[in-house]
């Protein structure tokens, strides 16, 4: 297990969106996400969680997650707030990332 793991479970087990308050599972965490990115900072360590991909709950969606973060995931419309716009050399990188999130989370959550 590395530090970005021992962190994030000792976070964000049980952790409630900052957005819609439901708890957020490990693989759907964006605050997680930016960590495999930009490695543990001193904001991880203060951070609230947050649905990376919109929740839905009976088809009505119940948390917007993080559109600007989603937008670089396979499948997941483009933000169109304006105020994080698409970047294509980001793709692969945010990707990448999520990817790790899933292989690395996806099967323990146990909070979803």
């Not at 900052?18 to 904001?43: H, Q, R, S, T, Y």
Request: charged share 25%; with cysteine; hydrophobic share 35%.
């Amino acid at each position: 297990m590395d530090i970005n793991q021992t962190v994030a479970k000792s976070l964000f087990a049980d952790c409630r969106c900052d957005k819609c308050g439901d708890l957020v599972p490990f693989e759907n965490n964006a605050v997680l996400v930016d960590m495999e990115i930009n490695g543990v900072d001193i904001g991880h360590l203060f951070a609230q969680g947050r649905h990376l991909m919109p929740v839905y709950e009976d088809g009505v969606m119940i948390c917007p997650g993080s559109p600007s973060r989603a937008q670089y995931i396979k499948g997941q419309p483009r933000d169109t707030r304006g105020s994080y716009p698409y970047r294509l050399e980001d793709e692969a990188e945010w990707r990448e990332a999520y990817a790790r999130v899933l292989l690395k989370y996806g099967a323990e959550s146990g909070n979803a």
